[in-house]
């Protein structure tokens, strides 16, 4: 009889996996295509931003997004968010063609997202901060709430439930109830995922998450987003710059330059492509 | 040495005494130490006692619940949607002579009628009762606030503070025009059945002469301003109130919808403005100088702080006792009418030493 799946009773990876699989819990599987784009073109004004992109995501996997700057990368996750509306080209969300939204409606479709700069609620506490992130599981009226008892308390309640375990994954109990603003900057970015996670998406972006962080933080960083990945089965499309995590923790690759796409593939195959080469180490014109 | 030698900033910062763990900085000092001055000069004069005295004081604070009342519209349409809203006293304005409107059963927009249709319809009947009239009012301020998010706001996401700002001064001017157009510009007297006149039970009891509607106005303001306390601190909309203000890709990032949040925050200010234009219609009559009572909440904004519902009453309370104590005392050996600006003067001397208020959020940039 095989042991139970715990770090002790496995020697490897393999045997950790094989393990898992013998007590049927779930192993780290990539599904269908969960958001498809097709011929995205984004213009501003004369400036094209993305220029006829298509690429997918799958289920379960983690998705770079990666380009030298001003490739159109926050732009691409602007479109998916809904705060910007493509010229041209098609989203299809879970086999249906998305229509003009909203980034709330968007939101409550279970599509949360970071910010390149941090976007918080500079003054309230981490603990309000994670909070809002439920906004979209909340269903209780306004005048439940007004009347702050009932059915609202215990939805309170719950969803208090549901933060402080994000809390605890996150390892930010000490600042439960500090205002953000004073954090320092790589907690804040910490609880910016805490809020993304929030809303239990089925696809979190993040753009950037680990830019501007020191080698510890950003260790930190991977471990969550691996582990959420991993335990949650969310899906993942993030934006980096920092090519060693980009290869380390993403499934697939897609490669933007000067709004279009150079490269899509594996790690091992985006590092082979010319074109993507050539676009980050420059080439000679003559 | 920069290290050794504190600078200018640093010093003046740092002046200021710590009582028993409250620190006390140069602008409290300077205030509590006026206010103790002020104290001993009447003491000595052994004004304490006086009745007249108190009844100034009474009559200050009563005055201040009103300018209280204006500026807590200001105070939560700034705190939960980072807009400065100039038009607040002209949502007052607005607010009271559609509630007249109604009241007296006027036709809207009458004159625009008979000029363009040849309709001359001034009146349609008697007017609603009071209550009635209250709820249709109430539900044109709601109107009128979706407008206002669908017509000046929505274009406007993600701009910065003073383009808003700009925005809601343009929306003043339009407002008191249509204010004009729909309800004429002849001053009303304004009854919805409040108690007039001098307080008997006050008088026998004290000897102060004190307004009854005023004794009013307070009891609406408290609880006006427990009911709004509540609503945005403890609330899941509060939160998303305070969510919008701070952030707004990221309020629209975890699912809030802007416009709701908008309409609502002007919905509660639209409510304000109807409370503040009943109270001082019934004072001074419905007439278009109301707008400009605006223009006396901003001082006590300066001194309350724009993002604080108590700072909003305590600044309003300071402001009237003030400039009425100043008026009666010191008034008369400088040449009187000294309310006109002795607000202005006092937020100037706030700004100078205290530029967050008594209770606004301090202001720390990080650099």
Same mark, same amino acid.
């Given at each position: ?228 990945? #991993? *335990?949650?089965?969310?899906?993942? @499309?993030? +934006?980096?710059?920092?090519? /060693? =995590?980009?290869? &380390? ?18 790690? #091992? *195959?985006?590092?082979?492509?010319? @074109?993507? +080469?050539?676009?980050?180490? /420059? =080439?000679?014109? &003559? | ?367």
């Amino acid at each position: 009889m095989s042991h139970a799946p715990t770090a002790a009773a496995a020697e490897t990876d393999e045997e950790y996996a094989a393990a898992e699989e013998a007590h049927g819990i779930a192993v780290r599987q990539i599904g269908e295509v969960v958001m498809d784009i097709r011929n995205i073109t984004l213009r501003f004004g004369g400036v094209t931003a993305i220029r006829d992109i298509s690429f997918d995501i799958r289920e379960g996997e983690i998705r770079a997004i990666i380009g030298p700057n001003g490739a159109g990368k926050s732009s691409m996750l602007n479109v998916i968010n809904g705060f910007y509306h493509p010229q041209d080209g098609e989203i299809w969300y879970r086999g249906k063609k998305r229509g003009p939204m909203k980034p709330h409606q968007i939101a409550r479709l279970g599509i949360a997202r970071t910010f390149q700069n941090i976007a918080l609620f500079k003054g309230m506490t981490t603990l309000d901060n994670i909070m809002t992130g439920r906004l979209t599981k909340m269903r209780r009226n306004m005048i439940w709430q007004a009347l702050w008892t009932g059915p609202a308390e215990r939805e309170e309640i719950e969803h208090r439930a549901a933060v402080e375990k994000i809390i605890d994954f996150l390892e930010i109990q000490s600042i439960r109830k500090t205002p953000v603003g004073r954090l320092p900057y790589g907690l804040q970015k910490r609880v910016e995922l805490g809020r993304a996670l929030a809303a239990e998406p089925t696809l979190l972006l993040l753009d950037e998450p680990m830019a501007g962080m020191n080698v510890e933080e950003k260790e930190d960083m991977c471990r969550f987003i691996l582990d959420v990945n #991993d *335990e949650f089965g969310t899906t993942i @499309a993030l +934006i980096e710059h920092d090519m /060693g =995590v980009v290869m &380390d923790i993403a499934d697939r690759v897609v490669v933007l330059d000067y709004g279009q796409k150079i490269g899509d593939g594996t790690p #091992d *195959e985006v590092r082979k492509n010319q @074109a993507v +080469i050539d676009a980050y180490l /420059g =080439v000679s014109h &003559d | 040495m920069t290290d050794a030698t504190p600078s200018m900033v640093e010093r003046l910062t740092r002046t200021g005494v710590t009582v028993r763990g409250i620190h006390l900085g140069p602008g409290a000092l300077l205030g509590l130490g006026a206010a103790a001055v002020v104290l001993l000069v009447l003491a000595v004069q052994g004004l304490l006692i006086d009745v007249f005295f108190w009844e100034v004081v009474i009559s200050g604070l009563l005055a201040g619940v009103m300018y209280a009342l204006v500026a807590l519209g200001f105070v939560l349409i700034f705190k939960s949607s980072g807009i400065f809203n100039f038009a607040q006293g002209v949502l007052a304005l607005f607010a009271a002579l559609t509630l007249v409107g109604f009241q007296t059963g006027q036709v809207p927009f009458a004159h625009l009628l008979s000029w363009i249709l040849g309709i001359e319809a001034h009146h349609w009947g008697d007017g609603f009762g009071t209550i009635l009239a209250l709820v249709f009012s109430l539900v044109v301020m709601i109107a009128l606030a979706w407008l206002i998010v669908r017509v000046v706001l929505r274009p406007l996401v993600n701009q910065e503070g003073i383009m808003l700002f700009m925005a809601t001064i343009g929306l003043a001017f339009v407002l008191e025009g249509v204010g004009d157009l729909m309800w004429g510009a002849n001053v009303k007297a304004l009854d919805v059945g409040l108690p007039q006149g001098p307080s008997d039970t006050i008088i026998d009891a004290t000897g102060m002469f004190v307004e009854k509607i005023e004794i009013s106005a307070a009891v609406v303001a408290i609880v006006l301003v427990i009911a709004l306390t509540l609503f945005s601190q403890y609330t899941r909309m509060g939160r998303a109130l305070r969510a919008v203000a701070d952030d707004h890709q990221a309020a629209l990032s975890v699912g809030i919808s802007l416009e709701t949040i908008w309409w609502i925050v002007w919905s509660i200010a639209g409510l304000v403005a109807l409370v503040a234009g009943v109270m001082w219609g019934a004072k001074l009559g419905v007439q278009f100088s109301l707008s400009l009572i605006a223009l006396k909440a901003l001082p006590v904004l300066m001194l309350g702080g724009f993002t604080s519902i108590p700072g909003a009453i305590l600044g309003g309370l300071i402001i009237g006792v003030g400039e009425k104590v100043f008026e009666v005392y010191v008034g008369p050996m400088i040449g009187g009418a000294t309310e006109n600006w002795f607000a202005y003067m006092l937020a100037l001397g706030f700004l100078l030493f205290r530029p967050q208020g008594l209770f606004g959020e301090k202001i720390i940039e990080r650099v």
